[in-house]
């Protein structure tokens, strides 16, 4: 997903056919422009699932609730615990429209909102007295009345259209029950979900889900980005991508690696996944990108300086 002035994204409510496959080839392609991905210290050797841009720079969350930041002087711990001090781990973050406001969600019900500008964090876990796992998190508007998606390890989507506040929550669940691993909104009530029953869903109210396929899909999904009613990229196990143009799906094959998060934007996409690989697509055209470190990815953002992170505390941006 994309956030802090980016493009976010959606999709029509029908199931359509895969148009066809492209395959690439694994070789590395040269980074265009002589940018290439470099590791950054962090002060962390903890997994890392998330990554932001926010007002404040760019943050990073992850396991035992670590929260950094990226400042002039590198990567600092902003938080450490997560929202209740207790240690869960975080497995996905999101920003507020403007940006000033990081959100991230975690293991045994962890819900919590971070104002970067003002360094005060509310702790919103356990909506509902729920304290199953929470495999990703979106939030669509301004602080203090924002529209919150959470994905549920148990097949739930829980929903807040009151940031948050206790009570304002709901859930429904889209599919088989299978985890809902994660989700992307490009309207206020507007995106799409994948779970683990290679599924993808669609809602246009923020409560109600409709499948949109996909048909014959042989890979479990970990990432989607939703832009609009016709471009939606979903991607998973097998190096697998899928984009969707309104009417069908096309399938693209970029190798073996499993892709855990997908990032587009206007002109250019990336997608990361195991043993440090990203792919980056640019003119339509994916390829894959030389990258510094054999870690397996778990999150990218798009922004002034493209960053990824994923296991031991790596981080990775491309300058």
């Known amino acids: 997903m994309t956030t802090n002035g980016h493009t976010r994204r959606r999709v029509l409510k029908s199931t359509g056919a ?41 943050y990073a969350v992850g396991a035992g609730g670590v929260v950094i930041e990226r400042t002039e002087e590198g990567w600092k711990k902003a938080l450490d615990g997560g929202p ?14 403007d940006g000033s406001v990081l959100w991230f969600a975690g293991s045994s019900g962890a819900i919590g909102e971070y104002d970067v500008e003002s360094g005060v964090l509310t702790d919103h876990s356990a909506p509902n007295d729920v304290t199953n796992n929470f495999n990703g998190i979106d939030v669509r508007g ?17 929903y807040s259209f009151d940031d948050g506040e206790t009570g304002s929550w709901g859930s429904v669940t889209p599919g088989s029950g299978s985890n809902i691993n994660a989700l992307d909104f490009f309207g206020p009530r507007s995106g799409h979900a994948v779970d683990g029953n290679k599924t993808v869903f669609v809602t246009d109210d923020g409560s109600t889900y409709d499948e949109l396929g996909i048909a ?45 998060d997908v990032e587009v934007s206007r002109d250019e996409a990336y997608t990361v996944g195991g043993g440090g690989k990203v792919f980056r697509r640019s003119g339509g055209t994916w390829s894959q990108e030389a990258t510094p470190t054999g870690q397996n990815l778990k999150a990218v953002v798009d922004g002034p300086t493209p960053l990824a992170v994923g296991a031991g ?7």
Not at 84 to 97: F, Q, R
Not at 240 to 258: K, P
Not at 313 to 319: D, E, L
């Open 18 to 58: 895969v148009l066809g496959a492209a395959v690439l080839g694994s070789t590395p392609a040269a980074a265009g422009n002589h940018e290439e991905w470099t590791v950054e210290e962090t002060p962390t050797g903890d997994t890392l699932y998330g990554v932001n841009y926010t007002t404040d720079g760019a």
């Open 84 to 97: 209740t001090g207790n240690g869960n781990s975080l497995y996905g973050s999101d920003v507020i429209d």
């Open 142 to 158: 301004e602080s203090g009345s924002a529209n919150v998606y959470v994905a549920g390890d148990s097949g739930k989507i829980y």
């Open 216 to 260: 014959d899909a042989n890979e479990d999904f970990y990432g989607v980005d939703s832009d609009g009613d016709a471009d939606v990229t979903v991607v998973g196990g097998g190096g697998t991508v899928y984009e969707w143009d309104g009417s069908q799906w096309t399938r693209t094959d970029l190798g073996d690696a499993s892709l855990r």
């Open 313 to 319: 505390g790596t981080v990775i941006a491309r300058k």
